[in-house]
């Protein structure tokens, strides 16, 4: 089969992308970085070098393909998130209509079946409810939860301040998933038929955050590490003074405070899924290796 893959050589996009050559299958990955040729190459796969802002090169760049796995990359210089990656969303949908394409895979985020609150999740509602109405074509949209990965960006907290912590408490839910995970379910999905529109949860464990100090603590060798819970202000105003513009800083204190009330999990309790192999543990081993 051939598949086209946006994200460049991301951490969902090289293991997707590993997996479907290792299949046999034919895989063409998008990258808006020369560079990336070379290393795109070097997994078995072609390098198509364009933006998706090009309508057209993404058109050329999907047509012939069995299946597409779209994303919208994130943005930290924009000054509306969320018409950005609505306008990402529109984008894609019209090079998938123009190109003929017939089967999507979308990765959206747990939360985006709300359409407020949710900070950057609320553009990636926008691109679900952008692409179910194409006509005639089959959309799966992938819904993870919490990455891991962006624990790492608490490393700093950590090493200078001896805490983790968010603009919510120990006894908050967190679900978190590891990206290879995520790359695993939507190789699921993108070498099998289906149709109409549909959504799966992809996650991978559930903690309270609490525990998440703990265990990370625990493997770094700070067993003493707590959780500290932080005002909205103060996360606002933390995240601004690391180097976030106060739109993207919004956003994420946004997402916390949906994480705190409860709301952004609610859909996922109602459709929990079979959860993934990359528990915790696992990944606190992976923090503690480059902490």
């Known amino acids: 089969m051939k598949f086209t893959i946006t994200g460049s050589l991301g951490n969902i996009s090289k293991p997707l992308t590993q997996i479907l050559v290792n299949a046999g299958h034919e895989v063409t990955v998008i990258s808006s970085n020369t560079d990336k040729t070379k290393d795109i190459e070097a997994l078995g ?6 933006s998706i802002d090009d309508i057209d090169f993404l058109t050329r760049t999907f047509t012939g393909a069995d299946a597409i796995y779209v994303m919208c990359p994130p943005s930290f210089t924009t000054d509306d ?20 394409v017939k089967q999507i895979v979308n990765l959206s985020s747990i939360g985006a079946h709300l359409s407020d609150g949710t900070g950057p999740i609320k553009g990636l ?12 074509v089959a959309v799966k949209h992938m819904r993870p939860s919490y990455f891991y990965f962006n624990l790492y960006g608490s ?22 998933v590891h990206p290879t995970d995520i790359a695993i379910a939507i ?18 464990d559930v903690r309270p955050a609490g525990e998440v100090a703990t265990v990370l603590g625990n493997a770094i060798g700070k067993p003493e590490l707590k959780w500290v819970e932080f005002t909205d202000q103060q996360a606002l105003e933390g995240m601004i003074q690391a180097g976030l513009s106060e739109e993207i800083a919004k956003n994420y204190v946004e997402m916390g405070s949906a994480i705190r009330s409860g709301v952004l999990w609610e859909d996922f309790e109602l459709n929990k899924p079979v959860f993934s192999a990359t528990k915790l543990e696992d990944f606190a081993k992976e923090f503690a290796a480059g902490f």
């Open 45 to 50: 796969a072609k390098a198509a070098i364009g």
């Open 81 to 100: 998130y969320r018409a950005y990656i609505s306008a990402t969303g529109r984008n894609y949908a019209a090079a998938i209509q123009a190109s003929g």
């Open 125 to 136: 509602h926008d691109v679900e409810q952008i692409f179910n109405t194409l006509e005639g």
């Open 155 to 176: 490393a700093d907290m950590i090493r200078h301040a001896g805490i983790l912590g968010s603009n919510y408490g120990e006894s908050a839910t967190l679900v978190m």
């Open 187 to 204: 190789a699921e999905e993108i070498q099998q038929p289906f149709t109409g529109k549909s959504v799966r949860y992809v996650t991978s």
